[in-house]
């Protein structure tokens, strides 16, 4: 008979707590993909459907699963029921006994439970009470309400009646300014019935003291629950290698301490440093030679601080891995879906590793969604994914109740024990630009929150504020986390109250969030003249791909402005900035497919900008991390990789800029170019810059080059090189300037200029010629052009991505890009390409082609 065991519950159904008939339940899921899938509610994605669904948020739901249990799991003296999350509000009864009241989605519950199992016909029934109606009276009783800028209370009919910030869920089920309002109600993680006896294993810490190449000094801190006591014995087992540790076992719940020693570890790094390696540490506890209990945790070892130290620009803000300094690239992710439980592995490994692919090294999990999955953070550490993890408090201020607070910090604990042993995990933070709203030590700053309150209820608000950020959230990481650095918001300047005091707004020190560009309209430029030491938000909105739209809007609704657009465009005032940047940067598109395409160009040319000057500024500056990684649903927002997993024009932009090695242009003055190499790699290069000069027929009109040491941060190969020198009297509007890097001979980068905007380019009607083939490696297509294509766009059917795409396509430089499929074994059906000329309006000159021509090769010998 096994000793330790588990099984999931299965066979759920839910009903509407006032109706009798039952349905089938998904477990993990939620009310709203319940009754999707049950047919009772349309695709609450599709149209303005969102608007009808809000009711369900007003109901209670029940679910129930009736289960038997395996003969030698039932026999084990130890049984308990396991939640690893409930959303909400919950009441629990197994067997019509009543066992657990439960009121926050981010906790795990465990409650034993073997009194009240039969061997069959268990029942387990779980009764959620409206999230909306339990946070209504809380409301009532605070007497005032607390600021929640992002929770679209009107969208639920509550006009301006905020709860959200009573209710520990995730924050987006109210409503952001990219997502919808679907306020959840469900069994959102496993449920499961555990079972033991004598003695089992709760949880594992690996204490990384001192790591390095040499050696790696650790503990584990390894939890036992007993109901036996006795001589004991621990084995820890990684690799090659075995420790031991003798115990006596003692009936309750004991913590053991094993500390070890590991000779040249090999480290984890993160990706573009080194290899990700991981090492699985296997724990055995027995008693007299007979096995109770085993449990694995696998981690990495290695160092990540938070530097944060007086330097010569001011106080550092940077992450140090293993000693490395290392310049963040990233983004903020969000979760990946308003019903958090569609998320498969297989989405959630689609987007680390455009991560990875994408060359960045850090994601932020930002303060508005959900401590994530396992699976989310098991992926980060493969691929080398350093993590920024907020706790789930973003753009509110919170009540400071003592059941609020206790709750908090169990979710906390909960939270921050089971993310521990992840070497990705680099920083706990407090909350989303919570601090920098309420601005508590500069009266002008902030949005405009504090002064709505009385001097004492502003006090009150701002105790509980530190209550939680200052003093609980940081206790919980000092207690279980102690080795990962401790934030208290994003961005904040300093962590200690005495410089917030006199150094509120210098860019100098702590993390930033620049939306000058974006939400006041400044011009692209300002990402150079905006710098922080850490850059941890900026952002552009677009639109996804016209066959993202059609998911969500009918040919006749295809219009910026129509009712269904506008639902898929959370920002207000999002699309009138799109149109005005559009107007500055971009020309004309003709139709709205034409309009959607322009969109991503245009939201691609300003994040390059932001982030090849947030490199150009190392190390001044230490992290890019722009808004945002990927959307909860399909709609316009900031994302650079939409709903349904499809890179935008912005993700092949980021993964250029974000290369180790990058070329970079500025114009110092109109017509003077400077050109510059960034670095990232640890190696120490010797390579070759050469910079051209080309009409957009590909004539070539300069050519010069140069050998170059590359090193880190950057190096200035050219400065102040003359427009008439590099394109002698072609006009600026009609040419363009190549620079590429070479190392030994081989093009690691190739970057392009243009002397004006996007808007004043003369572009000529090309024809491209697309071939295609496969071979060992998979699917390549070859493209070459007779004059400038630009930002030429390849498609397919079926569902992948390419090594490049939406880039500029000249006569010298043909370009031969590789197709890569989630989906094992599909092929493209067919590879389209298109370019801006496509997508104008204006006529194009009468002597070239009114829009590009693309001869498919391949499909002509099949001819
Ligand atoms: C940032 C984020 C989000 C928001 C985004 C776009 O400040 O923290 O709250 O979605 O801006 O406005």
Same mark, same amino acid.
Not at 35 to 52: A, C, H, K, S
Not at 301 to 325: H, M, W
Not at 389 to 417: H, K, T
């Given at each position: ?380 550490? *493969? ?45 706990? &933070? ?24 009385? $001097? ?36 904040? &300047? ?50 996804? *791909? ?5 998911? /969500? $809007? ?28 559009? +107007? ?15 969109? +991503?160009?245009?939201?691609?040319? $300003? ?51 974000? +290369? ?33 000069? /080309? ?15 590359? +090193? ?33 001979? *081989? *093009? ?5 200029? /243009? ?50 795409? /939406? ?57």
């Amino acid at each position: 008979m096994r000793n330790d065991y588990s099984m999931n519950l299965e066979n759920w159904e839910f009903k509407l707590k006032q109706e009798d008939r039952w349905l089938p339940a998904h477990v993990p899921g939620c009310i709203h993909t319940d009754l999707w899938e049950n047919g009772v509610i349309p695709d609450p994605f599709y149209g303005t459907n969102e608007r009808n669904l809000q009711w369900i948020d007003k109901e209670d739901w029940e679910y129930k699963s009736v289960f038997d249990i395996p003969e030698d799991l039932f026999l084990l003296p130890q049984l308990e029921l396991v939640f690893d999350g409930l959303d909400t509000y919950a009441d629990i009864w197994l067997n019509g006994k009543f066992i657990l009241s439960v009121d926050n989605m981010f906790r795990e519950w465990r409650k034993d439970v073997k009194p009240w199992l039969k061997h069959q016909d268990n029942l387990l029934f779980i009764k959620f009470r409206s999230p909306i109606m339990e946070d209504l009276p809380k409301l009532k009783q605070l007497g005032y309400s607390l600021p929640a800028i992002n929770d679209q209370s009107e969208v639920g009919e509550l006009e301006d009646q905020k709860l959200s910030v009573f209710a520990r869920k995730a924050p987006y089920h109210y409503g952001w300014d990219w997502g919808p309002r679907f306020v959840t109600s469900g069994i959102w993680r496993n449920v499961r019935l555990e079972g033991w006896s004598e003695a089992v294993i709760s949880d594992i810490h690996i204490q990384q003291h001192e790591v390095s190449n040499q050696s790696a000094t650790l503990t584990a801190v390894i939890q036992v629950k007993s109901d036996t006591s006795g001589q004991g014995l621990i084995e820890l087992t990684t690799d090659n290698h075995a420790w031991s540790l003798e115990i006596a076992l003692e009936k309750g719940e004991q913590t053991y301490e094993l500390n070890f020693e590991m000779n040249e570890p090999k480290l984890w790094w993160c990706n573009g440093l080194g290899d990700p390696n991981l090492y699985q540490f296997h724990v055995e506890l027995s008693k007299n030679e007979i096995p109770l209990s085993h449990k694995t945790v696998k981690t990495g070892l290695r160092t990540i601080k938070l530097i944060t130290d007086p330097d010569a620009f001011g106080t550092s803000f940077y992450f140090e891995l293993n000693g490395v300094p290392v310049f963040a690239k990233g983004a903020n992710h969000i979760p990946n879906d308003s019903f958090i439980t569609r998320v498969t592995e297989e989405r959630y490994r689609q987007e680390i590793q455009s991560a990875a692919e994408s060359n960045m090294n850090m994601l932020r999990v930002w303060g508005g969604g959900v401590y994530e999955a396992d699976t989310f953070y098991n992926l980060c550490d *493969e691929y080398g994914i350093m993590i920024w993890q907020d706790f789930m408090f973003a753009c509110s201020m919170y009540p400071g109740d003592q059941p609020f607070l206790d709750s908090v910090r169990l979710e906390a604990e909960d939270n921050v024990r089971r993310l521990r042993n992840h070497p990705c995990i680099a920083l706990w &933070c407090g909350n989303n630009e919570i601090d920098m709203a309420w601005s508590h030590y500069d009266e002008a700053s902030g949005w405009g929150w504090k002064q709505k309150y009385s $001097a004492e209820l502003r006090e009150k608000i701002w105790q509980d504020y530190v209550a939680l950020f200052h003093r609980i959230l940081p206790e919980v990481i000092q207690q279980l986390a102690p080795e990962i650095a401790y934030w208290p918001s994003s961005p904040l &300047c300093s962590a200690s109250f005495d410089e917030q005091m006199h150094a509120r707004h210098t860019s100098t020190a702590g993390d930033v969030h620049y939306w000058g560009v974006w939400h006041t309209g400044a011009s692209f430029d300002s990402y150079r003249t905006h710098q922080a030491r850490f850059m941890s938000e900026y952002g552009f909105q677009s639109f996804p *791909e016209y066959r993202t739209v059609q998911t /969500y $809007a009918s040919e006749k609704d295809m219009e910026l402005e129509s009712e269904v657009m506008l639902a898929h465009q959370r920002s207000g005032g999002g699309n009138q900035l799109i149109l005005t940047y559009m +107007q500055q940067y971009m020309p004309e598109a003709k139709d709205m497919e034409s309009f959607l395409y322009m969109s +991503q160009i245009l939201q691609a040319e $300003a994040i390059q900008t932001a982030i090849e000057s947030h490199r150009s500024n190392k190390p001044f500056c230490m992290g890019s991390l722009y808004w945002q990684m990927n959307d909860c649903w399909p709609a316009a927002s900031w994302s650079g990789i939409d709903y349904y997993g499809r890179w935008k024009a912005l993700q092949y932009a980021v993964k250029r800029s974000f +290369q180790d090695l990058r070329i970079v242009f500025e114009e110092s003055a109109p017509g003077k170019l400077d050109v510059r190499v960034l670095s990232d790699s640890v190696v120490h290069s010797k390579g070759e810059l050469i910079v051209e000069g /080309y009409d957009f027929h590909g004539n070539l009109m300069s050519r010069i080059g140069t050998e170059v040491i590359i +090193q880190q941060p950057s190096v200035n190969v050219y400065t102040a090189l003359l427009a008439a020198d590099l394109i002698g009297s072609v006009q600026p509007s009609k040419s363009v300037v190549i620079a590429k890097l070479l190392i030994n001979g *081989e *093009e690691v980068d190739r970057n392009i200029h /243009y002397w004006v905007p996007t808007k004043d380019l003369d572009l000529p009607s090309p024809v491209v010629k697309l071939t295609q083939g496969q071979d060992e490696n998979g699917i390549w297509v070859r493209l070459e052009s007779d004059r400038l294509a630009k930002q030429v766009w390849l498609s397919s059917e079926s569902e992948g991505r390419f090594s490049d795409n /939406y880039f500029d396509l000249l006569p010298a430089y043909p370009v031969t890009v590789r197709f890569s499929t989630d989906i094992p074994g599909s092929l493209p059906s067919k590879i389209t390409a298109h370019s801006m000329v496509d997508y104008l309006k204006i006529e194009r000159n009468e002597h070239s082609l009114p829009e590009g021509e693309y001869i498919d090769e391949r499909q002509q010998s099949f001819k």
